[in-house]
């Protein structure tokens, strides 16, 4: 196991549980929903986690989707992953969004909806120049590299 960071954690609803880790190893500990959710399709909702955290500086939390709500349900997380910022002491809320086109997705208070990454982030202190260093990269990018010729790709009814 790296290392370890100390984040104080206040439950604003007893009645859940405080994140857990699934596995030791696991990267992200799970975060619950405070309230019963329906999501009809195409449809996001901001959900409450009842808790909130106060990370020491120098450190933020990034709410990442669960692979599983997505493979089996198409349920993502629209601004993923979100950004709890060192001095937030708000509730942490989850912005779910359904992307199945035909089924609507209930979800119950209790359930494990998204996982927080707790990391450690750099300030830059951004100096402003006219000409940046030359790279391999330079400018290239969005598939530049190739590798989609082979993917199809078809709209229905056209
Ligand atoms: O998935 C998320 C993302 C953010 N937050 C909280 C913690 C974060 O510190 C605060 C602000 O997030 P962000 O900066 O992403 O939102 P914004 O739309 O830029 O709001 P603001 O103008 O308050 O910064 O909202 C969450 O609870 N869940
Ligand atoms: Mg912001």
Redesign the pocket.
């Known amino acids: 196991m790296g290392d370890k960071v100390d984040v104080l954690i206040k439950r604003l609803d007893p009645g859940l549980p405080v994140p857990e880790y699934a596995h030791a190893g696991d990267a992200g500990a799970d975060l619950v929903a405070a309230v019963d959710v329906e999501l009809p399709p195409g449809e996001r909702a901001l959900v409450p986690t009842g808790i909130a955290i106060a990370l020491p500086d120098g450190y933020a939390a990034f709410?990442h989707p669960r692979s599983g709500l997505g493979a089996k349900f198409g349920v993502t997380i629209v601004?993923a992953p979100?950004?709890?910022?060192a001095g937030?002491r708000?509730e942490?809320?989850?912005?779910l969004l359904n992307t199945d086109p035909r089924d609507t997705v209930r979800l119950s208070r209790g359930d494990r909806i998204a996982q927080m990454v707790v990391q450690r982030v750099e300030r830059a202190v951004f100096h402003e120049v006219t000409e940046l260093p030359g790279s391999a990269r330079g400018a290239d990018g969005f598939g530049s590299t190739g590798g989609y010729r082979d993917i199809e790709h078809s709209r229905e009814g056209a």
Not at 82 to 85: A, E
């Open positions: 709410i601004n979100g950004t709890v910022d937030y708000g942490i809320k989850v912005t």
